[in-house]
């Protein structure tokens, strides 16, 4: 049972552009969504993330939509850049079962110059 | 990578042989975490720890176990190792306590042939 979608699978956008990824959710327990951005052959990293009391975050170029009512949330990159090119994964977990992350199935993001 | 350090980087071994993979941090984190990735499903929890001997399953547990004996290493055994294990492994660490951030290592390609 995926429990966290994601979508597009894959992304082209050109330099200077907005990149936008969604993701959808469908157990109501869930208490922190964070995005990972991975480059190639490395871990995957904390970009930003969000918690549901909350419907936006910003943190530079990088923005979190959040709309509990539809569960679902998105991650926003403003004027995107070449160096942004990787996979990023939005995330989903619940603190009181130990924080276990459950990923959705990840977007990879190309960026033109 | 946080302080984390996954060995070896990477394995190749054949079917039916066991092989232990090894998590060590630095931060004294008390959460530690294996996932594995694969195209298509993101990355999905294996077995995680929530102190030293305390340990629980994740969602793709099957042919995996797990030990911590300190609170710095945490290991993955795959007891006789097919080929649908042969994936990328991660491991992440959280300091629980109101937190949920978790860093990841930089993984473990292993191949099973």
């Known amino acids: 049972q995926q429990q966290v979608k994601q979508s597009p699978q894959s992304l082209i956008v050109q330099k200077g552009g907005i990149s936008i990824i969604n993701c959808a959710y469908e157990?109501?327990?869930?208490?922190?969504f964070p995005w990972y951005q991975q480059f190639p052959g490395k871990g995957p990293a904390l970009l930003i993330a969000?918690?549901?009391?909350?419907s936006e975050k910003k943190e530079g170029r990088f923005t979190i939509s959040f709309n509990k009512s539809a569960k679902q949330f998105s991650l926003h990159i403003m004027d995107s850049q070449p160096g942004d090119s990787a996979t990023y994964f939005c995330?989903?977990?619940?603190?009181?079962?130990?924080?276990?992350?459950?990923f959705g199935e990840g977007t990879q993001l190309t960026v033109n110059p | 990578d946080a302080g984390i350090t996954q060995s070896p980087r990477h394995k190749v071994t054949e079917t039916g042989t066991p092989v232990t993979l090894r998590c060590h941090q630095t931060?004294?984190?008390?959460?530690m975490y294996w996932y594995r990735q694969d195209p298509g499903h993101g990355l999905r929890l294996i077995h995680y720890?929530?102190?030293?001997?305390?340990?629980d399953k994740g969602e793709v547990s099957d042919g995996y176990s797990v030990s911590r004996s300190k609170t710095e290493d945490f290991l993955l055994t795959l007891e006789s190792a097919t080929s649908s294990q042969t994936s990328v492994y991660f491991c992440?660490?959280?300091?629980?306590?109101?937190?949920?951030?978790?860093?990841f290592g930089p993984g473990t390609r292993l191949t099973v042939t």
């Open positions: 931060e004294n984190h008390r959460y």
């Open positions: 720890s929530y102190g030293v001997k305390d340990t």
């Open positions: 157990n109501t327990a869930f208490d922190y």
């Open positions: 969000i918690r549901p009391d909350v």
């Open positions: 995330a989903a977990s619940i603190k009181t079962s130990g924080s276990r992350l459950t």
């Open positions: 992440a660490i959280s300091d629980g306590g109101g937190n949920y951030e978790q860093y």
